[in-house]
């Protein structure tokens, strides 16, 4: 299996939050494997296009 990206990571730990429910950033990169990482999901969820849906 090949090794997703940092990036790719965070967005698979963001898809997987039910609508209506409430994650920290510091949450996400935890989940994610990349504990001490929140403001990495800050930038990877900024970069996201504004027309993107998770």
């Known amino acids: 299996m090949p090794k997703l990206s940092k990036s790719a990571r965070i967005y ?3 898809q997987q ?8 950033y510091g949450d996400i990169a935890k989940l994610a494997g990349l504990p001490r990482h929140a403001r990495l999901v ?3 969820l ?3 296009p504004a027309n993107t849906e998770l």
């Open 12 to 14: 698979a730990v963001v």
């Open 42 to 44: 800050g930038y990877a």
């Open 46 to 48: 900024h970069a996201l």
């Open 17 to 24: 939050i039910p609508s209506g429910c409430v994650a920290t």
